[in-house]
């Protein structure tokens, strides 16, 4: 087992080069790039184009050219929208600002030599370190991954093993119409009617609004630091748990059922077995193995894609909502700072899924794989 392990891990390494390659790739013939963005903002919020930039960055070494050279209307073609009129040493400025006077390849390998040693640099437009950025966001998004995933992990598998033991009879039923129903519903539809009923929209206010804790959080004992926490974070869980229990309940039933229907099962109830035995004796341990290897990309997805929504929905500042708003802008050190965590994170998480693989039915043998 050691060997394998020690095969994927070096296996992550060009696995995460080829992400960060090829998203890289793509996001530099996206428009509407930092320059570009730089540029519009400049343009719209005020004619002196040398002031805005500067005011704006505070490091232009030609600080004491005057407006009318830098928007010389003869200064030709240029490569980014909106820049015509705009002098070429403005727009090698703002290039050199963000590291685009240097070739593609060149700014890509930086990047991961950078990344290597965990320098993400700093945010264009935040004026912070993405480190920085991505430790003050962690802890929303924490909260929001563990607190889902426990949570859907402990509904799911449950009533996945009750429906299966059930098939076919009323609750069976019922409880599938429920699941249609959450499925075929968004979370973040979800987390608008939650709003509207308990928060205030229209009947009850019950809960707060927005944010994770109340803004004297800081002045309140222990005690009641960990109510006002699970106050705030009630109503953005119960959306996400509700969209993401549907699946990992079929999908545990399915996999019950299909080993309920096996031969070993009938032997081993002709030995003399109860159900309970043989349900969690024999049963349980083969059909958990397709619900663990779905783990990791469900905690991923939890931690980061599935809460961009509902972090907006309930204004709660975590990764999610900083990775979409880096998308927006153009931010490219966070943008990729964050594809690398996450896609890293992945990786392990996978790994360490296979591992419980193992852990929980030693017959499977990874070492035996061709890989």
Known sequence: MFAYILRRLLLIVPTLVGIMIINFIVIQFAPGGPVEQLIAEMRGTATDATAAFAGQQGDFQSSGQNAGAYTNSGSGESK???AQGLHPDIIKDIEKQFGFDKPMHVRFFTMLWDYARFDFGESFFRGERVVDLVLDKMPVSISLGVWTTLLVYLISIPLGIKKAVSDGSRFD?????????????????????LIVVFAGGRYLDWFPLRGLTSPDFSEMGTFQKIIDYLWHITLPVVAMVISGFASLTMLTKNSFLDQINMQYVQTARAKGLNENQVLYGHVFRNAMLIVIAGFPSAFIS?????SILIEVIFSLDGLGRLGWEATINRDYPVMFATLYFFTLLGLILQLIGDVMYHLID???DFESRDF
């Not at 599938?176 to 987390?191: D, H, N």
């Open 173 to 193: 039923v019922w409880s599938s119409g429920a699941i249609v129903v959450g499925y075929a519903i968004p979370g973040f539809l979800f987390a608008i009617l």
């Open 80 to 82: 980014y929208r909106g």
């Open 362 to 364: 030693p017959r499977i």
């Open 302 to 306: 939890v931690l980061f894609t599935g």
